[in-house]
C-alpha cells in the first residue's frame, strides 16, 4: 500500500466529472430555491451529509434539467446513503461515480454478469482505473468464473504497482472459490508486497493461518496487527474467536473490500470527500461491514461532526468482534458531542463487560485528565493497570498516562516511578523521555541525565518543537544561554501558537540582555491561551520587568546538576 499512498494524489482527478470544486448554477431562481442549493453546498463542505442530500435534492427538482444540479444531488445522495442515488445514477451515463453505483447495486441483486459490463466498461484513468480490474474479477467469481477472475488480476500481480493490492484480491478470490494451492501463493505474495500490516489485511491473513491449521501464527498475526492500537487490542479475543471464518464470504463482500482499501489510502491523504464516497458504495455493498463504518464515523469525527458519526455506528451490533472497539469510540464521540456523563456510563458498561481488559479504564482516565480531573484519572487508570498482571512493552502508554495524570495532581515521586517504569519496558519512546527529562529540568535534577534523554527523544522525533523546546529550556537552565535562544526559536517557528514554548524563549531573550523581545514573547504567551499557572508567572515576570527588576521570577539559571 505504499506505492499506492504516494501516488493518490495523483489520482484525485480518479471520479472526473463527479465532485467539481464550487459549481453554481447559471443564475438564482425566483422561487428561492437558490438560498436551498447554497446551504446545500454550505452543508457539504461541512460534511453535514443529511442536509447536503436533502437541500441539493430539492434544488434540483426545482430545476430537472440542470445536469450540474443532478451531478451534485446524485453526489450528495449517494454519500448520504439515499436510495434516490440509485434513481439518478441512471441519468448519468458518463459519470464514473454512478457507474460504480449501478455495478455495485447488480452485484447485490446477483446480477454479476451486468456488474461486470458496468465495470469494465469505466475510464481507464485515475481511481476507476485502479479499481476496475478487481471489481470485475469480483464480478466474475460471483458469476461462478473463478479461473476467469484470477486471470483477470494476474497481469496487475506481475506489474510493479499495487502487486500487493492485486494480489491479496486474486488470494480472497481463489480462496472462495476452493483453490487452495493458488490461495496460499497469493496470500505471501499480498504479506510481502502490501506495505504495512493493515487491522483488514492481518484479519484476512489470520483467518487463512487459522484455516489451514497455522493457530499460533494466527494469533502471532493479530498481535502484530494490534500493536500500538488500544482500542484494537481491546477486540482481540472476540477477533481471535471468529478466525475459523473466512472474512469474505460473496463476492459483494470482495468489491466492499476493494472500495474500503483505496478509501483508507485516500483518507491518508486527507481526500475525505473521496474516501467517504467509496466508504458509501463499500456499504451499499456490505452494510454490515464494520471496517468501513469505523472509517467513516472517523472521517465524521475529524469534520467534527460526532453525532453524525455516532449514528453511523449505531448500526452495528453488540455480538460483532470490532463491538468493543465501536464502544470505544463511541464513548469518545460522546464526550466531543458534549455527553460527558453518557461517555463515562458507557465505559463502566464497556469495563464490566470485559472484566480482564484495560482498554475501557484507561479510556476513562483519559477523558477526565482531558477536564483536568487528574485524581479521578489516577483512580482510573490504577484500575485499568491492576488488569495486567504482567505487564510487557506494549503496556508502556498506560504507566506513561498514570504518570502525566500524577505529576499534574502534584504526586511528583509517584509520577516520576511511573515514567521510570514506561521507559523500562519500551526504553526508547520518545513521549516518555521528554516528559520525565523536561520534568527533572523544572526541578533543578539530573541535568545530565535528563539532557541525554531529551537528545535521544529529538533523534527519533527531529522536528518535535516541544522536544526541541525542552532542549532548548534545559540549555537555558546550564548556562548556554546562545544556544538556548537558537533551540527555542526554532521550537516556536515548529509550533507558534504553543504558550510554553512563547514563555520560554522569552526567558532566553531576557537572559541574553535582548529585554524588549523577552516582553513581547511573554506578551504573546498571554494571549496564547496558558495554563492558569503559567499566567501568574508570565504576569509577574512582565511585572517586575516593567518595574526595572534585573531578574524576573523565574527567568534565573540554576546551577548545572
Given amino acids: 500500500m505504499q506505492h499506492l499512498r504516494r501516488s493518490i494524489l495523483l489520482t484525485l482527478s480518479l471520479l472526473s466529472g463527479c465532485a467539481a470544486s464550487d459549481p453554481t448554477p447559471a443564475a438564482p431562481r425566483a422561487d428561492g430555491s437558490f438560498g436551498t442549493y447554497l446551504a446545500g453546498r454550505f452543508a457539504v463542505s461541512q460534511s453535514d451529509l443529511d ?3 436533502g437541500d441539493l435534492l430539492k434544488t434540483y427538482a426545482a430545476a430537472p434539467d440542470d445536469s450540474e444540479l443532478l451531478q451534485q444531488a446524485f453526489l450528495a445522495s449517494l454519500m448520504d446513503g ?9 441519468k448519468l451515463p458518463d459519470n464514473p461515480a454512478a457507474q460504480l453505483l449501478l455495478g455495485t447495486d447488480a452485484a447485490v441483486a446477483g446480477n454479476f454478469d451486468s456488474a461486470e459490463a458496468r465495470f469494465a466498461a469505466l475510464p481507464h484513468q485515475g481511481l476507476p482505473q485502479l ?38 484480491h486474486a488470494a480472497l478470490i481463489a480462496d472462495a472459490g476452493g483453490k487452495t494451492a493458488d490461495a496460499a501463493r497469493l496470500y505471501r505474495i499480498a504479506q510481502t508486497e502490501y506495505g504495512g500490516l493493515t487491522m483488514r489485511l492481518g484479519v484476512i491473513l489470520a483467518s487463512w493461518q487459522t ?26 479475543p472476540a477477533l481471535s474467536a471468529h478466525m475459523s471464518q473466512p472474512p469474505v464470504a460473496s463476492a459483494t463482500d470482495g468489491i466492499a473490500e476493494a472500495y474500503l482499501a483505496l478509501a483508507a489510502a485516500l483518507r491518508e491523504q486527507n481526500a475525505n470527500d473521496y474516501a467517504m464516497l467509496l466508504l458509501q458504495l463499500a456499504l451499499d455493498a456490505r452494510p454490515n461491514f464494520t471496517a468501513a463504518r469505523l472509517l467513516m464515523a472517523e472521517v465524521l469525527q475529524t469534520a467534527r461532526h460526532p453525532a453524525n458519526a455516532l449514528h453511523v455506528l449505531a448500526a452495528v451490533p453488540d455480538d460483532d468482534p470490532l463491538a468493543p472497539v465501536v464502544q470505544l469510540r463511541r464513548a469518545t464521540l460522546l464526550e466531543e458531542a458534549g455527553n460527558s456523563e453518557d461517555a463515562m456510563h458507557l465505559l463502566e458498561q464497556v469495563a464490566h463487560a470485559y472484566p480482564d481488559r484495560p482498554e475501557a479504564l484507561s479510556r476513562m482516565g483519559d477523558l477526565l485528565r482531558s477536564k483536568s480531573r487528574f485524581t479521578e484519572a489516577v483512580a482510573a487508570y490504577d484500575r485499568a493497570i491492576a488488569r495486567i498482571p504482567h505487564p510487557d512493552r506494549t503496556d ?23 515514567f521510570l517504569t514506561a521507559l523500562q519496558l519500551s526504553p526508547d519512546q520518545p513521549f516518555v523521555l521528554n516528559y520525565l527529562g523536561y520534568s527533572w529540568t523544572e526541578q533543578g535534577h539530573n541535568l545530565p541525565r535528563a539532557r541525554q534523554m531529551i537528545e535521544r527523544a529529538l533523534e527519533q522525533r527531529p522536528n518535535d518543537g516541544s522536544i526541541i523546546d525542552s532542549l532548548g529550556w534545559l540549555m537555558l537552565r546550564q548556562g548556554q544561554i546562545a544556544e538556548a535562544v537558537r533551540q527555542l526559536e526554532h521550537a516556536v517557528e515548529l509550533q507558534p501558537e504553543d504558550a510554553t514554548i512563547n514563555g520560554h524563549l522569552g526567558d532566553a531573550y531576557w ?20 495554563e492558569p499557572d503559567e499566567v501568574s508567572g508570565l504576569e509577574a515576570k512582565l511585572r517586575e520587568a516593567e518595574a526595572g527588576n534585573a531578574s524576573p521570577a523565574g527567568t534565573e539559571r540554576r546551577a548545572v546538576q
Avoid: C
Avoid at 466474475?140 to 496487475?156: E, K, N
Avoid at 496487527?225 to 477486540?235: C, D, F, P, W, Y
Avoid at 505529576?407 to 516520576?416: D, I, L, S, T, Y
Avoid at 537572559?511 to 496558558?530: C, D, H, I, V
Fill in 51 to 53: 442536509r447536503a442530500a
Fill in 82 to 90: 439515499r436510495p434516490d442515488a440509485i434513481r439518478l445514477a441512471q
Fill in 131 to 168: 479499481l476496475q480490474p478487481i471489481l470485475v474479477a469480483w464480478s466474475q467469481q460471483g458469476g461462478g468464473h473463478t479461473d476467469a477472475a484470477i486471470s483477470t488480476l494476474v497481469p496487475f500481480i506481475e506489474g510493479q504497482r499495487f502487486r500487493g493490492v492485486y494480489a491479496l
Fill in 211 to 236: 484455516r489451514q491449521g497455522h493457530g499460533a501464527e494466527a494469533l502471532k498475526t493479530l498481535a502484530a496487527m494490534t500493536e500500538g492500537n488500544a482500542e484494537l487490542t481491546a477486540a482481540l
Fill in 396 to 418: 508502556w502508554p498506560l504507566y506513561y498516562d498514570r504518570g502525566v495524570a500524577l505529576e499534574r495532581a502534584k504526586q511528583w515521586p509517584k509520577a516520576e516511578a511511573d
Fill in 511 to 530: 537572559a541574553a540582555g535582548r529585554k524588549r523581545e523577552a516582553q513581547f514573547q511573554w506578551r504573546r504567551a498571554l494571549t496564547l491561551n496558558p
